[in-house]
């Protein structure tokens, strides 16, 4: 396996090591998004999930560890509730919209190093009167390794952007129920 790599590594052109790099890159970028978010966005849930108890349960009060207490300042404002309910929202969803564009441009980029690395493949045999299939075969699978690495990054992507925009809305419900308890205890 490390040979097949290494042998297909050394039979690449500029393109090719551009392209991986760059996949490379966004597969970084990826899981540094996941990580990062995922913890932030689980302490989040569990303060509002925590704040939300302590209202619904006899004491009713507001957590301190709540965001929504600690941006409206124990304030029971229906405009000031929502736009702190906005901005938390606005921040627990940042690196989305980078999971988003990542899982969407991955595949053309590997789909792009494919067409180079075919066109490439192609070039070679140009100057040949008869090119067996046992040749062109093992070409073309070495330039669609491109394509199954965007596919690759796109899948951890789009799933990790699915799971992280699952954890944004359970946040957004939690803060909802709480501003309208605080607004109906007034």
Known sequence: MITTLLNYLANSSAITYIVLALLSTYLIIT??????RNGALSSLINNEKKALESLTSRESRFSPLSALNKCSNNSTSKELLHACEINI???ASSGLSWLAII???SPFIGLFGTVIGILESFAKF????KVAFSIIAPAISEALVATAAGILVAIFAYTFHQILSR???ELNIFLKAESQII???G
Do not use: H, L, R
Not at 31 to 36: H, T
Not at 126 to 129: G, L, T, Y
């Open 126 to 129: 140009a100057n040949q009167s």
């Open 183 to 185: 607004i109906a205890k």
């Open 167 to 169: 954890k944004v809305y």
């Open 31 to 36: 899981f540094w998004i996941f990580f990062y």
């Open 89 to 91: 929202i606005k921040d």
């Open 103 to 105: 899982s969407s441009t």
